[in-house]
């Protein structure tokens, strides 16, 4: 008796959607490493995390969001736009690659800060207000680049101290370093979510938010600050993306968004709001990232990667919607 109610509460309190999530996630390695022995060399990690990282910031920054019952859909054409505006100081202007790198942070905080002041003040729908600040990102990336892609100083080069960042190089080893950014930046954002003031009332908002309102809280103050939380994060995305591949295209970047906030879906964050969970934003990363890069391995076309993405992110939210019809009712 003791035991059930020992593994109904390990059970409840990791979530049972991350649970079912992590099983996916070790199904889909035990899959590909048995599939395919060369999926199994060390390059192949690298790799994973190399698409991990950028993937990993974008999606944390739409945890936050989604929580509060919105959606960023500037995501991904804003990490290139702010990533080459930060590069074209660097390498047109001559800037210090640090210089380039505060303006692409920069650069994605002031467009989340846009982007929560048209939801909220100006009430328009997250749909609708992210979706032109993801046409305009798109727009000016062109604009001030010429059409030409940008790439940030190479490794070797007087600035191209940055790409360490993520990855550096021991012998003839690659140590993938930005791993421990990842998990880092994923227990502070844990910790915000869960043990501070903003963090709760991110959740209350998406829940309720009337009733956080009629409590006396500055609903707007916290609201927009989710969006910003997911600019910041976007030009942190923007800097990982830089730092590990070779270059960044204008006009590109749309569809990226997606897989950002399939992530946190997958990884259990509602579509309705109120609850998430930055944890299973990562392992949702992992998914997305495991499917890119182990589906070449066993023979399918990347089209198939979207086809299976999308029948785990239908499960992933059935199992959402199945759980938010028992809570109602409980209630």
Not at 187 to 195: A, F, G, Q, V
Not at 241 to 251: D, E, I, K, M
């Amino acid at each position: 008796m003791n035991t059930s109610i020992s593994k109904k509460s390990i059970i409840k309190g990791i979530g049972t959607q991350k649970i079912v999530v992590l099983l996916v996630l070790i199904a889909l390695l035990a899959m590909f490493s048995i599939l395919s022995p060369t999926f199994r060399n060390y390059t192949t990690l690298i790799t994973l995390f190399s698409y991990s990282y950028y993937i990993t910031f974008m999606a944390i920054g739409a945890t936050f969001v989604i929580i509060t019952g919105g959606v960023d859909l500037s995501l991904g054409t804003g990490m290139m736009c702010y990533g080459l505006l930060g590069g074209v100081l660097v390498v047109e202007k001559g800037f210090p690659v640090i210089v380039g790198m505060l303006v692409t942070v920069l650069a994605g905080t002031l467009f989340g800060l846009i982007n929560g002041h048209l939801v909220v003040n100006l009430r328009i729908p997250p749909f609708i207000a992210t979706l032109g600040s993801m046409m305009f990102c798109r727009g000016l990336g062109s604009v001030v680049v010429g059409g030409m892609s940008v790439t940030w100083p190479m490794k070797g080069t007087a600035q191209g101290w940055f790409r360490d960042i993520f990855r550096i190089k021991l012998g003839s080893v690659v140590v993938p370093i930005g791993f421990l950014w990842v998990i880092l930046l994923v227990l502070i954002m844990t910790y915000i979510l869960n043990h501070t003031k903003i963090g709760r009332y991110i959740i209350a908002i998406g829940s309720n938010e009337e009733a956080v309102k009629l409590s006396g809280v500055s609903v707007k103050k916290y609201h927009i600050t989710a969006y910003v939380i997911s600019g910041f994060f976007t030009g942190l995305a923007a800097i990982a993306y830089a730092a590990t591949f070779q270059a960044l295209a204008p006009g590109t970047g749309a569809g990226l968004e997606l897989d950002a906030i399939g992530a946190a879906v997958i990884g259990g964050t509602s579509m309705a709001g109120g609850s998430g969970s930055v944890a299973g934003t990562l392992i949702g990363v992992f998914i997305m990232a495991l499917l890119k890069t182990g589906l070449p391995f066993v023979g399918l076309q990347a089209n198939w990667q979207q086809i299976i993405t999308a029948i785990v992110l239908v499960v992933a939210v059935g199992i959402d919607v199945i759980k938010n019809k028992r809570l109602a009712r409980q209630r």
